[in-house]
């Protein structure tokens, strides 16, 4: 891996794609500590101590919630718009007909998921605002100057301080994906994840000592390698290829394929954005109710904060929800990446075949099969990793459960599963680039 990048620095225009995507990663991290005004840091530093669910926001902004910055709500309103864009193709047929006109028709799904993240950006500011306004019974208010009655002009600046920030994101996210190496809003991610890790290592060190320190990192080293076995883990399906009869010049006649090969069909194809749509889905609801928890309708406040305790992290049902949700996006979305692939159809065009399965329908419908067998392997075991954190609580208590969703693993099991994925799949753009270059000697066998 260290050599693909350092013969990727060789290369100028490769060296130009990373060093684009490190400056976009720079610039995020520094527009992470600018905040938005009126933000109270010691009311905000005890907030985040009890709440866990604005660890996972904090998650999926990156890092910037924890100093409530422009940045604080990160991408994640642009990953809900997706969800939603993702979920109505299906039912729209005149974006079924978009889906299947190439980059052209992806390109005007983007500007629609774009125009989207909008609105649910100003959504979220309010109410991510207003929650933090109200406090916690440990703490006071974290805005000191929020409200349209009291503070019109501040609370009009934090929301669009806020939704701005939001877009800023999603744009440098796609320079990245356009200009650099990898997925752009996935990398953002990353990075936030990365730049807490120095004060986990701090903080485990502090409170526990050298020894709880070193059982972490084995702990995580051994976490990282099994998700690389899975995430890596495929199914070869063979592939024969008929031979032909090519007329070339000089009325010669040549033979042609006859060759074997395979389609390899991971595990887990869906990578991590399951455990980020499950994530994205839960936060939603409560995000929602928040707004109306002051209502002066008793009603409408006790239900507001039923749901709000109950898809809590503190409650059992978040995270048996969270569990079902990983393994419903885990197939949704690999059947989505699957029908874009379109492999039966490539195949019979391009005279492949599967041995023993006719082409056309049948070898879609052995191939659907398989997908679904090894996909319940890949959608366990993210499931699994997403709820880690409440079965560390189950086994040992309420102690191990804070350090399993703080420091144990040095990163949340969520977040280290984003770590690991996001690292496979820029490492595999970049030896894919090198190869398009010829330097098949460099990549790593």
């Not at 976009?24 to 010691?42: C, K, Q, S, W």
């Not at 189950?394 to 977040?415: C, E, P, Q, V, Y």
């Amino acid at each position: 891996m260290l050599e693909a990048v350092r013969n990727a620095f060789r290369l100028p225009d490769l060296r130009r794609k990373l060093l684009i995507t490190l400056g976009i990663l720079v610039i995020y991290r520094f527009l992470a500590h600018i905040p938005v005004p009126g933000v109270d840091r010691e009311s905000l530093s005890t907030i985040f101590q009890s709440n866990q669910l604005l660890g996972l926001l904090n998650l999926l902004s990156g890092g910037a919630l924890q100093n409530f910055s422009v940045m604080a709500m990160g991408v994640y309103p642009y990953i809900t718009a997706s969800i939603i864009i993702q979920l109505l193709i299906p039912i729209v047929p005149a974006w079924q007909e978009l889906q299947k006109e190439g980059e052209a028709g992806r390109n005007k799904l983007n500007q629609y998921t774009n125009w989207l993240t909008i609105p649910l950006a100003l959504l979220q500011a309010f109410g991510q605002s207003s929650l933090l306004a109200q406090g916690s019974s440990s703490s006071g208010p974290v805005l000191t100057q929020w409200g349209f009655g009291s503070y019109p002009l501040q609370t009009t600046v934090i929301l669009l301080s806020l939704t701005a920030g939001t877009m800023i994101a999603m744009w440098l996210g796609q320079i990245i994906t356009q200009q650099g190496i990898g997925n752009g809003i996935s990398i953002i991610i990353f990075g936030g994840i990365i730049a807490a890790m120095p004060q986990n290592v701090v903080n485990t060190t502090v409170q526990g000592g050298i020894l709880q320190l070193l059982v972490f990192l084995i702990i995580t080293v051994l976490t990282v390698a099994i998700i690389v076995v899975v995430q890596e883990g495929q199914r070869r399906i063979p592939v024969q290829y008929g031979k032909r009869v090519r007329a070339m010049r000089g009325n010669r006649l040549m033979v042609v394929g006859g060759q074997s090969t395979h389609v390899p069909m991971r595990v887990n194809s869906a990578g991590m954005i399951p455990l980020i749509f499950a994530s994205s889905m839960l936060i939603f609801p409560s995000t929602i109710a928040s707004y109306f928890v002051n209502s002066p309708s008793p009603f409408v406040s006790s239900v507001s904060t039923f749901i709000t305790n109950f898809f809590s992290p503190a409650n059992a049902p978040y995270w048996i929800m969270y569990f079902l949700l990983v393994i419903a996006f885990t197939y949704f979305y690999t059947d989505v990446i699957f029908k874009q692939q379109n492999l039966a159809e490539s195949l019979q065009r391009q005279g492949g075949f599967i041995p023993g399965i006719r082409p056309g329908y049948n070898t879609e419908k052995y191939l659907n099969t398989v997908l679904s067998r090894i996909t319940l392997v890949g959608a366990l075991f993210l499931g699994f990793v997403a709820i880690l954190p409440w079965l560390v609580h189950l086994l040992f208590g309420a102690g191990a459960a804070s350090r399993a969703s703080s420091s144990t693993l040095l990163i949340s099991s969520t977040g280290l599963l984003i770590v690991v994925g996001v690292v496979l799949d820029t490492m595999k753009q970049l030896e894919a680039q090198l190869l398009m270059r010829h330097y098949e000697g460099f990549i790593r066998k």
